[in-house]
C-alpha cells in the first residue's frame, strides 16, 4: 500500500492492484478522518429515530434475523481521488496527495436500507437519512464522530446496504465492523463505517464532514468556508485513470498495451474509452469490459504503437449519457482537490 497518513490511516493500493474486477481485502484503499475505533460487537446496537413511526434500537443478531441479506458489488471512491493531478497544476496544502487509487470494489452483504426504515415507518416528511458513525475526528471544531447523509430517495433505493460482510468475508475492523453503510454511485465519505445511528429528517445532516466535501470556487479559502459555499459533492463524476504501464514506465517501442479503469457514478454506465499518444491528435477506442453491476467500474485495454522518446498517454471516456470527461485539470482544480475527473495522463519513455 501507498501510505499517505499512518494515523489517522490513509492509504491506497498500486494501481497493479486495481487491474482485477473485485479488489482484494488487503488491497482495498483506506481513508479515515480519526482513529478507527475498536468496538464491542457483543454491545453494539444501531439506532434508528427521527421521522420515524417506529424508532428501533437493533443489535447484529436482531439485524441479520429480521431482515433478508441483499447482496451488492459496488465501487467505492474517495472523493479526492487523482487529487495528485491537481496539485501538478497547482499546490493544495493540508491534503492527502492522493493517485488513481483511492477507489476499489467489493461484493457487499447486508441488508437494505430501504426495508429497516420500513420497518421503523419513514414518515413524509423525511427527506433525507443522516448517519453517524463512532469514530471521532479532531478535524472538526469542536470533535464529533463522523456522519454524512443523503437524500430519501437514494436511500430507499434498492442498492443501498447496511454491510456487515465484504468479498464473502466478515467486514474488517479497518473497513467499517461491525457495520457500514454502502451507497453504491456516490462518493465514499457518503458511505459511513462503524454504523451507530440513522437519523430521518427534513434536512440534511449538519455534521461537518457533509458540506465538507464540497468543491469550492477556485479562489475560496477552504479554512474560511461555510456550509452553502461550495456544491456538495454526491454522485462521482465520470472519470478514467491509466493503471498500466506505470508512471515513468521505461518500455521498449511498438505495440504497447494500455489499460486502466473508468467508471462513471450513480446509475451511469462508461459508454466508450479512448486513448491516444500523440496529444490527442488521434485516437483508439479501446475494448471496453461490462460492469459486474450497474455501479462498478469497467476495466478497459487498448493498444498503442509507441515512438522511441518519452510519450505521454492520454484516457478520456464517455458516459451512457454522452458526456465526456474535461481535458485539463485546470478547468476543474478546487483548492480542496475533490472530483478531479480530468483526462488521464501518464509519461513514460520509449527505446529503440
Known amino acids: 500500500m501507498v501510505i499517505h497518513k499512518v494515523t489517522p490511516y490513509n492509504a491506497e493500493p498500486p494501481p497493479d492492484a486495481l487491474l482485477d474486477q473485485i479488489t482484494p481485502l488487503e488491497s482495498f484503499y483506506g481513508r479515515n478522518h480519526g482513529p478507527i475505533p475498536q468496538m464491542d460487537a457483543a454491545s453494539w446496537r444501531l439506532r434508528v429515530e427521527g421521522l420515524v413511526d417506529r424508532p428501533l434500537e437493533l443489535s447484529m443478531e436482531e439485524l441479520q434475523r429480521r431482515f433478508p441479506e441483499r447482496n451488492v458489488v459496488a465501487t467505492l471512491q ?4 487523482r487529487r495528485a493531478d491537481l496539485m501538478e497544476f497547482r499546490d493544495i496544502p493540508g491534503q492527502e496527495p492522493w493517485g488513481p487509487g483511492a477507489t476499489s470494489t467489493a461484493r457487499w452483504s447486508g441488508v437494505r436500507l430501504a426495508d429497516v426504515l420500513a420497518e421503523a415507518g419513514l414518515q413524509a416528511e ?6 453517524t458513525g463512532t469514530d471521532v475526528s479532531q478535524e472538526a471544531n469542536p470533535p464529533q464522530p463522523f456522519g454524512a447523509s443523503i437524500p430519501a430517495a437514494k436511500a430507499t433505493s434498492s442498492e443501498v446496504i447496511l454491510a456487515w460482510a465484504m468479498n464473502d468475508q466478515a467486514l474488517p475492523t479497518a473497513h467499517g465492523a461491525p457495520l457500514r453503510v454502502v451507497v453504491p454511485g456516490w462518493i465514499g465519505a457518503r458511505s459511513v463505517k462503524w454504523l451507530q445511528r440513522i437519523t ?3 434536512e440534511p445532516t449538519d455534521n461537518y464532514f457533509q458540506t465538507g466535501y464540497s468543491v469550492l470556487p477556485p479562489e475560496a479559502d477552504p479554512h474560511k468556508a461555510k456550509p452553502g459555499d461550495g456544491i456538495t459533492l454526491g454522485p462521482i463524476a465520470l472519470h ?8 515513468g514506465a ?4 511498438g505495440p ?3 489499460t486502466g479503469f473508468a467508471f462513471a457514478g450513480d446509475d451511469r454506465t462508461v459508454a466508450r474509452v479512448d486513448v491516444s499518444s500523440d496529444g490527442g491528435s488521434t485516437w483508439t477506442h479501446a475494448d471496453l469490459d461490462a460492469p459486474e453491476s450497474p455501479w462498478t467500474w469497467q476495466h478497459w485495454r487498448a493498444t498503442l504503437t509507441l515512438l522511441a522518446g518519452e510519450t505521454e498517454l492520454i484516457a478520456r471516456a464517455w458516459d451512457s449519457n454522452g458526456a465526456v470527461q474535461p481535458e485539463s485539470a485546470a478547468t476543474v482544480w478546487n483548492p480542496r482537490g475533490y472530483a478531479n475527473n480530468s483526462w488521464a495522463r501518464q509519461y513514460v519513455t520509449c527505446h529503440p
Not at 474517495?78 to 481521488?81: D, K, L
Not at 478514467?240 to 506505470?246: Q, Y
Not at 521505461?250 to 517501442?253: A, F, K, W
Open 256 to 258: 504497447t498495451e494500455v
Open 200 to 202: 430521518a429528517q427534513a
Open 240 to 247: 478514467c485513470a491509466i493503471l498500466r504501464p506505470d508512471k
Open 78 to 81: 474517495c472523493a479526492g481521488n
Open 126 to 131: 423525511a427527506a433525507h437519512i443522516a448517519f
Open 250 to 253: 521505461q518500455l521498449p517501442s
